[in-house]
């Protein structure tokens, strides 16, 4: 049953402009300010790079604090870059209105307990972008919600229940229906599953994948499940503390992964293969503190391959043809 | 078979009912399990199928309206449902360690880590201040928190989750309890220190030689810590075994839909669709029937409304309720 339905992803096509596009765009939060000192800054998100063709799923990876919510909130528009340029089909957004933005990349967040209105129905909920935004005549409206709740198989007698009526996979199919009833070409699903029970998140990843191949979807992946990742993505980028450190093909990067970071991540991953045990790898100390980053490489005193380089200088991003990785190992891979 | 020999705890056909206002919820029904020293039992299963509610009755920590009856619930000998209130609260945190999903909302805010610590030991009257505050600073040291001393002069909130939870075990670990109980211990946690918080609890009950019962929905955290599994849904143990039986050859067909729920890097095919187990966790209250499982099981069969839910062998230590054969619903696609 399951090895019949083989992946049928369309080509991601290159003759087009991405999709989305952020060029160099970094965050910072102003987190202590008092009188007669500087004020520090927290860099969330620093100087990422990223091009998504149309259709493709772009997952990005990285522990909590690393920025990769920052970065999402960015492309929806929800959070103004500090500095740099996203791009919609070409074009900037940096200062385009919310409403514009809105209707080309929509949310699908990771807690649909709390991210749906307890007092409103669903028909009210999925309906709601499109009053917002003067979508369709108010009398095509219950069409319009009717066709979006078959697509993601939420049954139609639903339209008048409220949202505690519902269990967490019918929640995120709420979620996903909001989302999508803009028609929008960019999805950013922030952790779609983590609060979800396994069973659910098989049918929710089942959906995702679906409507991808049936509305041509491009779809900005966060998740810190990377068996999920594997799963969905055709290509993942890495962050750490606010640094893309490494981007490729998510083959690539799961069988031949070149940032020592990247490396321990995967290392991390518990398949459900008994009598492997538990993995043991060298990890020192926890997350550093992102308002004192460490020196030249920020991954460097966890690094378990360490230079002598990598705490006096910050390694250049070197790009080829299986992605980037910004790593001192690999900085003479360029010149080729 | 392992856990026959002289187990720690002993749990006979434990039931707990709760009253809720549409009638009397079976939470936990007729389970029964057994953990001896130095070995961990993995209670797997999903979100209100009774696996929080089952470590809750080894505590006597259950919520007020429910009721628990059990043939057998023994520590060491000892009959935890005849102990006055007084009594099971000396063995809480002495005979028995907890450690729970969140460390920030089990540790007190207001009370720096040291005296935390030093309550328990305290608490139980195991020794005078002094010791106390040694004991706590072994066991920070055992634990991996460097810089020990400083750290039990500080606050929960100054401190990662990592640490946090790396507290939380060593505080579990004062009194050298008997069993100790882990509710989700790493759900909160990033996937690398989600590993290591792993390898430290294996590793602290070898050197204590402690009972563990580890309680978690993800199944790789299963395969690679437990050495048993018993697989709940609906109140009830579905499947008990090794973690090597269970997951190569599992019995019933609840367990093997949940092992192919689960994305599998190298096993699964990439973009493929994932096994799903359709429908939700049937509701537990009122007179339940046959086989809960039935409704969403691929195998089902009339005789399935009426079956009466016995325990089945299906190899050494490996046992299962189901009507269908051991080897009829197949080897999983992972884990083999």
Redesign the interface.
């Known amino acids: 049953m399951m090895v019949t339905a083989t992946a049928q992803r369309p080509a991601p096509s290159t003759d087009e402009a991405p999709v989305l596009e952020c060029e160099d765009i970094s965050r910072r939060f102003r987190v202590k300010s008092r009188l007669f000192h500087a004020p520090e800054f927290i860099h969330a998100v620093n100087g990422v790079s990223l091009s998504v063709p149309r259709g493709e799923v772009l997952a990005i990876v990285g522990e909590s604090g690393c920025g990769k919510t920052t970065l999402a909130k960015m492309l929806l528009g929800l959070l103004k870059p500090s500095s740099g340029t996203i791009r919609f089909s070409g074009a900037p957004i940096n200062e385009a209105p919310r409403a514009v933005i809105a209707r080309q990349v929509q949310p699908v967040f990771q807690d649909p307990y709390s991210s749906l209105n307890p007092r409103k129905t669903l028909g009210q909920i999925i309906g709601l972008p499109l009053l917002v935004h003067q979508i369709g005549r108010p009398s095509e409206r219950p069409k319009q919600i009717a066709e979006i709740m078959d697509v993601v198989g939420l049954p139609p007698y639903l339209v008048h229940a409220y949202p505690n009526q519902l269990s967490g996979g019918q929640r995120q199919r709420v979620a996903i229906a909001r989302a999508l009833v803009m028609k929008p070409e960019v999805v950013i699903c922030d952790e779609p599953t983590s609060a979800l029970d396994v069973s659910v998140q098989a049918q929710i990843l089942n959906l995702l994948q679906d409507l991808r191949r049936d509305l041509n979807l491009t779809y900005v992946f966060i998740s810190h499940d990377l068996s999920v990742v594997e799963h969905m993505a055709d290509r993942v980028a890495v962050m750490y503390l606010g640094r893309l450190v490494e981007l490729g093909e998510t083959g690539q990067i799961f069988d031949r992964p070149r940032h020592p970071y990247t490396e321990t991540l995967l290392k991390s991953i518990l398949t459900p293969d008994p009598g492997q045990g538990l993995p043991s790898f060298h990890v020192d100390g926890g997350f550093p503190d992102p308002l004192n980053p460490p020196s030249g490489c920020y991954f460097h005193p966890r690094c378990p391959k360490i230079l002598d380089e990598c705490s006096r200088s910050r390694p250049g991003l070197v790009s080829d043809e299986y992605g980037s990785v910004e790593c001192h190992l690999h900085q003479n891979e360029a010149i080729t | 078979m392992p856990g026959a020999a002289n187990p720690v705890l002993r749990v006979r056909n434990l039931c707990v009912d709760i009253q809720v206002p549409g009638g009397t919820l079976h939470a936990v029904r007729d389970t029964s399990f057994e953990v001896s020293r130095g070995e961990t039992l993995a209670i797997v299963g999903?979100?209100g199928c009774g696996k929080t509610m089952t470590a809750l009755s080894v505590m006597r920590l259950l919520p007020r309206r429910a009721a628990l009856f059990a043939e057998e619930l023994t520590l060491d000998g000892v009959s935890l449902t005849e102990l006055s209130e007084r009594e099971i609260s000396d063995l809480r945190g002495d005979r028995i360690g907890m450690i729970f999903q969140d460390p920030m909302t089990s540790l007190n805010p207001v009370y720096r880590i040291g005296d935390q610590l030093e309550e328990i030991y305290l608490r139980h009257g195991k020794g005078t201040r002094v010791e106390a505050r040694q004991r706590a600073h072994h066991l920070l040291d055992r634990v991996g928190i460097?810089n020990a001393e400083a750290r039990l002069s500080q606050y929960p909130h100054e401190l990662?989750?990592?640490?946090r939870q790396r507290m939380m075990i060593a505080m579990a670990l004062m009194c050298e309890p008997a069993l100790i109980i882990a509710d989700e211990p790493t759900t909160a946690l990033?996937?690398?220190?989600?590993?290591?918080i792993?390898?430290l609890l294996?590793e602290l009950r070898r050197e204590f030689n402690t009972a563990m019962i580890l309680i978690t929905?993800?199944?790789?955290?299963?395969?690679?810590?437990?050495d048993r599994v018993a697989v709940m849904y609906a109140g009830r143990i579905v499947e008990t075994g090794?973690?090597?039986e269970?997951?190569?050859a599992p019995a019933h067909p609840y367990t093997r839909?949940?092992?192919?729920?689960?994305?599998?890097?190298?096993?699964?095919?990439?973009?493929?669709?994932?096994?799903?187990?359709?429908g939700?966790?049937p509701s537990l209250i009122g007179d339940l029937e046959g086989c809960l499982f039935r409704n969403r099981c691929a195998f089902a069969e009339n005789r399935c409304a009426t079956f009466d839910n016995v325990l089945s062998p299906a190899g050494q230590g490996h046992e299962y309720r189901c009507l269908l054969p051991p080897d009829k619903v197949g080897r999983a696609?992972?884990?083999s």
Not at chain 2, 160 to 163: A, F, N, V
Not at chain 2, 217 to 226: E, F, I, N
């Open positions: 999903e979100s460097t990662s989750g990592g640490l990033d996937v690398t220190v989600q590993a290591q792993l390898g294996a929905h993800d199944l790789g955290v299963v395969a690679r810590a437990a090794t973690a090597t269970v997951f190569s839909g949940l092992i192919d729920c689960i994305p599998h890097p190298g096993k699964t095919e990439r973009g493929a669709r994932l096994g799903a187990i359709p939700i966790v696609m992972v884990g």
